[in-house]
């Protein structure tokens, strides 16, 4: 990664691997430098206002090391998983499997057929509803797994969240699941249900947990290496 061309406003570039990314300077009432970058390797550099702009970028450079593996995780997993194409609403995984988006003119807010989802209206508001429908998939194998550790009173809620799958309050014994895994595959998804009702034994992941969490779902750490790859759908 080198320095590229010249500060413009509050854009700057930096190259990794040969390739131009775009970085965005935001001048903020913060102590320290934040740098982040999206799933479309859109990056931004958050620094205080104490800051010349040349010393915000020499901070930049700091982290180079970090920002080009980030960068090159994340070129792979954009094209593995058509980030972009989602992104832009092109398509959209469905219990891990990937479909066309294509508009249609029929009565009904939306319908697969083959690869193809397609729908009418809004497509924010169309996704909406995809999830509710097929959330009820979930909360069925939820029920089955609530059958399996005998905690059958254990309620659930569903909720869009922005950074975790799930969650379990075993004080009130609830579970909340992210209506977002209606995007991931099976396999990740029961891993999710399974993570949360172990909590209900051990609150913190310590060994004892892991090995409850073997127990009832010995291939959890391949589910959890699929579900990462999805980490994307929670920031799109």
């Not at 569903?158 to 950074?163: E, I, L």
Request: net charge positive; with cysteine; hydrophobic share 40%.
């Amino acid at each position: 990664m080198r320095e590229s061309g010249k500060i413009m406003e509050d854009k700057y570039t930096i190259e990794v691997d040969g390739k131009i990314y775009a970085v965005s300077l935001f001048p903020k009432k913060i102590k320290r430098v934040i740098i982040k970058v999206d799933v479309n390797n859109n990056i931004a550099l958050h620094y205080p206002l104490v800051f010349s702009r040349k010393q915000a970028i020499s901070q930049l450079y700091k982290q180079k090391d970090w920002i080009d593996k980030v960068v090159r995780k994340n070129e792979i997993n954009i094209g593995n998983m058509h980030i972009r194409d989602v992104a832009a609403g092109r398509k959209v995984w469905l219990f891990g499997n990937l479909f066309n988006i294509a508009s249609s003119k029929g009565p009904e807010p939306f319908y697969i057929d083959g690869n193809t989802l397609y729908i009418t209206g809004s497509l924010d508001r169309v996704l909406d509803r995809v999830r509710k429908t097929l959330r009820g998939q979930i909360a069925t194998e939820f029920s089955r797994f609530a059958d399996i550790f005998n905690k059958t009173d254990v309620r659930l809620t569903f909720r869009k969240m922005c950074s975790r799958w799930g969650s379990c309050n075993a004080k009130t014994g609830r579970i909340t699941l992210n209506e977002l895994l209606v995007h991931v595959p099976w396999n990740s998804i029961r891993y999710v249900i399974v993570h949360e009702f172990v909590h209900f034994f051990h609150p913190h992941h310590g060994k004892d947990f892991y090995r409850l969490l073997e127990k009832f779902y010995p291939a959890y750490k391949t589910a959890l290496k699929e579900l990462k790859k999805f980490a994307f759908v929670l920031r799109i």
